[in-house]
């Protein structure tokens, strides 16, 4: 039914050749390499839960083109999870074990794609897709439970398909596949339910000093936080952007049109910023580092010009870029002199085997391989790095540990299911969601 049903919305892609290793094309001059952005401490927040990264949303009215660091929404520390960090790096500060165990284990809904939980002060809230994908249930909806424990706190119903989650300390915020936007206080009170769209809404909203960035299909908007009213729509015209980044006073997205842009957040404009190919299209969150940005996608078997690119901020030249038979649907992640990007893969008619998959990583200098793993069944979760250690969940649902440095595996863990959700990793805890509907928190150490 799964496999059916992601077929019929153009998820699942035909088969496709053996993986090739990937084209290199240079360009532009060598970047230099950035250390990875550690989250730092909000002495407003309360009951912070470390491992969140530090927003870089801006100051209404920046819309500077200048690469600086924006100061940080208050009580933005007190959030851990993949889109705590509105720039998706995928960097989390802290450090990580070996030893994996599970600390608790809660059945509760199908957790898909945009299912990736976050950590406010001592709960844990995921959005689920109910009963089935893609159908609107009475599952549909986001979990509150305890960090600790596991145990269920809260249900809080979406009626559609609960998508993209966050939070800014005090309110948590999701978007669905009926266009609508949801917010309640951590404590699980009611702030607004509106619509905002006719057609799905994809990415985890973004809070922001000039209000809260939602997208999806042919939409770029920013919402009042507080009343959930439409205070911009940034653009109606770019396609179908299944999430977004915010860095340098500006939202950046992909989309299915084979085009890549940028809105400013004081709703000064609109710009495209490339196009990589005419059946180019990204899923996965743009990284943005620095002067730097990559953004991987691509049909999977497609003849695109590139599936993985890194460019400049300031001048949007172009550093590098590379050319799978594999796209990608997970976002690409930079670390250090690193670049990784996760092969999407799919499965077979029955759903036991998968053709690509494989995880790379590329020099960020020079876009050349540093290191593969290879045919793990596909990935539309994220790679996670913490210190100099990657998390990495594909879709046969092991939880591997690898050294960043090369790739090795340090440990593994099976959670008996298939997972697409991209983890949270908060003070040596991972939590991670499954198709089959668990959410499971593994402690490292």
């Known amino acids: 039914m799964i496999l059916a049903l992601l077929a019929a919305c153009g998820l ?124 609107c249930d009475d599952g549909d909806g986001v979990h509150v439970l305890r960090r600790d424990t596991g145990d269920k706190l809260a249900f809080l119903p979406t009626r559609c398909d609960a998508n993209g989650l966050s939070s800014d300390g005090q309110r948590v915020f999701v978007v669905t596949d009926q266009g609508r936007a949801f917010a309640w206080t951590t404590a699980g009170d009611l702030v607004f339910d509106v619509q905002v769209g006719e057609k799905k809404l994809y990415g985890a909203p973004t809070p922001t000093y000039a209000g809260l960035v939602v997208t999806g299909a042919d939409l770029v908007a920013l919402l009042d936080p507080a009343t959930g009213a439409v205070k911009t729509r940034l653009s109606e015209t770019m396609g179908k952007v299944r999430n977004h980044s ?51 996608g691509g049909y999977d078997g497609s003849a695109v010009q590139e599936q993985l690119a890194l460019h400049r901020v300031s001048d949007d030249g172009r550093i590098w870029g590379v050319s799978h038979a594999v796209g990608a649907k997970a976002a690409p992640v930079i670390a250090g002199d690193l670049v990784l990007f996760a092969e999407s893969g799919e499965p077979d008619a029955d759903g036991t085997q998968a053709w690509g998959g494989s995880l790379w990583a590329l020099d960020r200098k020079t876009g050349e391989e540093r290191w593969v793993v290879r045919e793990h069944g596909g990935s539309w979760s994220t790679p996670v790095v913490v210190g100099d250690r990657i998390v990495w969940v594909p879709h046969d649902g092991t939880v591997r540990i690898l050294a960043l440095g090369t790739g090795e595996e340090l440990a593994s863990h099976a959670l008996g299911d298939r997972v697409f959700a991209t983890p949270a990793v908060v003070d040596g805890v991972i939590y991670v969601g499954t198709d089959g509907g668990e959410l499971h928190a593994i402690s490292t150490r």
Do not use: M
Not at 253 to 272: H, I, N, T
């Open 12 to 135: 699942l892609a035909p088969s496709a050749t053996p993986v090739p290793a990937p084209t290199v094309a240079s360009g532009g001059s060598d970047p230099t390499a950035a250390t990875p952005a550690s989250g730092g401490s909000d002495p407003t927040a309360a009951t912070p839960a470390s491992g969140g990264s530090d927003p870089t949303a801006a100051t209404p009215g920046s819309g500077s083109d200048d690469v600086v660091q924006q100061p940080s929404l208050p009580g933005a520390a007190s959030v851990a999870g993949f889109s705590a960090d509105p720039a998706h790096r995928g960097v989390v500060a802290g450090e990580i074990g070996t030893t994996l165990a599970n600390l608790w284990v809660q059945p509760l809904a199908i957790q898909g794609w945009h299912s990736s939980p976050i950590v406010v002060g001592d709960r844990v809230f995921v959005s689920t897709y109910g009963k089935t994908w893609n159908e």
């Open 246 to 296: 915010v860095a340098h006073g500006k939202v950046w997205f992909g989309s299915d049109s084979g085009r890549v842009g940028w809105c400013r957040l004081d709703g000064q404009g609109c710009e495209e910023r490339f196009i990589t190919g005419d059946r180019f299209d990204n899923y996965g969150a743009i990284a943005l580092d620095g002067d730097q940005y990559a953004i991987a």
